[in-house]
């Protein structure tokens, strides 16, 4: 047998060509250098392979994304001591997303994001029936909603983009019409996570999607968000039954729990208000993108805004976590309160609501939503 001896240089030589080699087939360096993307393998589902892209930018700032639920795994921005944290709640691996009663950790919703209730509405005087999973009403899209079928996911020039796109078809899951939708993730050099909706059908149909990060600025360091201080620039909400359906009023939070105008510690009026909050607030704004929503978190000094084209935003404080989630990330236990959503949508029910602002699509319209998660420190 034939030995070859490798020289120290030679070795550098090939290890250098290996490591430009690897880093070929799984990193797409952009030559401004403003962002790259990795991947990497997370499983396979119903056959089709899942990948995590992880987004970074100069600064640093990471996000991770995968093709299955077009889910957000993991947000690590940085605190006000320049330390990295990760600022969502998620798993370790695809089977912790794929486990009974994962409460949608950062996967984008649809078709319907939200209640309807009883999955019934009717559109040109035929009723449709949306899926049931949730007592007796359909919630966030129904049993097998867009965040848990596979994306087809693709790196756009520039490396700062991930492009998700999935058909669902004619009569999947109670809702008409073949809708086409598109989702692009964008992580910009000054820490926005970008997040762009398109969608078409070819019937009339109703829509309303969103993302369901559930936040805790603390990074793991705190175990509720009672100290996170939150602003929603929202005079109104729509109150709910007791089945979280909307009454259809519009109530004027001044003077309530609800009244976060202001800057408020969620903790301060979170007991006044029964399980904490889950209710859908009527934006102060028209039409456009517009800064609706702050978290502030002191101790770490991370600051969120919230910027949407949307009328509503669902601010929901994790009431239903309980602690029994398997496989989280460092083992964390979620329990309730642990982390709070921001789902920037319209509102809850519309279809059956004709005073609120309308989710109908129509053929030859295109349906666009844009909402941006923009993080600093102070
Ligand atoms: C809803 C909650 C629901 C949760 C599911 C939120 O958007 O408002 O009522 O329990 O999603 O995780």
Redesign the pocket.
């Given at each position: 047998m034939k030995k070859y001896k490798i020289g120290s240089f030679s070795l550098f030589i090939f290890l250098s060509i290996f490591n430009m080699a690897c880093s070929f087939n799984n990193t797409n360096k952009n030559t401004m250098d403003t962002a790259t993307i990795t991947t990497k393998d997370f499983g396979t589902f119903e056959g089709k392979r899942i990948t995590e892209y992880t987004l970074t930018n100069v600064a640093g700032m990471q996000v991770g994304i995968i093709n299955y639920g077009g889910i957000l795994t993991k947000i690590i921005t940085k605190d006000k001591a320049g330390d990295f944290g990760d600022v969502i709640t998620g798993y370790d691996s695809l089977e912790g997303y794929l486990q009974k009663g994962n409460?949608?950790f950062g996967a984008l919703i649809g078709r319907y994001a939200?209640r309807l209730a009883k999955g019934t509405y009717t559109i040109d005087g035929i009723t449709y029936h949306a899926a049931l999973n949730n007592n007796g009403q359909s919630?966030?899209g129904g049993l097998k909603g867009f965040d848990k079928v596979v994306w087809d996911a693709v790196a756009l020039p520039g490396d700062s983009s991930l492009q998700l796109s999935y058909k669902s078809i004619d009569g999947e899951e109670g809702y008409p019409g073949n809708l086409q939708v598109q989702v692009v993730y964008t992580l910009t050099a000054n820490n926005s996570i970008k997040i762009e909706y398109t969608a078409s059908s070819d019937k009339n149909t109703v829509i309303n999607f969103t993302n369901?990060a559930y936040f805790n600025l603390s990074a793991g360091k705190s175990p509720n968000i009672y100290e996170h201080i939150v602003q929603l620039k929202a005079d109104k909400y729509t109150p709910v039954d007791t089945s979280?359906i909307p009454t259809g009023a519009l109530l004027d939070v001044k003077g309530t729990p609800m009244d976060f105008t202001t800057p408020k510690k969620v903790g301060q009026d979170i007991d006044k208000v029964t399980g904490g909050y889950?209710h859908n607030w009527v934006l102060n704004k028209g039409e456009g993108l517009a800064e609706i929503a702050s978290v502030y978190e002191p101790n770490s000094g991370r600051y969120l805004t919230v910027a949407t084209t949307e009328p509503g935003i669902?601010f929901?404080t994790g009431?239903?976590l309980t602690g029994n989630l398997t496989g989280t990330k460092k083992g964390i236990i979620y329990n309730k309160h642990y982390a709070l959503?921001l789902?920037t949508q319209h509102f809850p029910d519309s279809p059956n609501q004709p005073d609120f602002p309308s989710t109908l699509l129509k053929p030859g319209e295109t349906y666009h939503q844009t909402t941006v998660f923009s993080f600093s420190t102070k």
């Open positions: 409460p949608y939200n919630l966030h369901h979280l889950d669902q929901y009431n239903f959503t789902e």
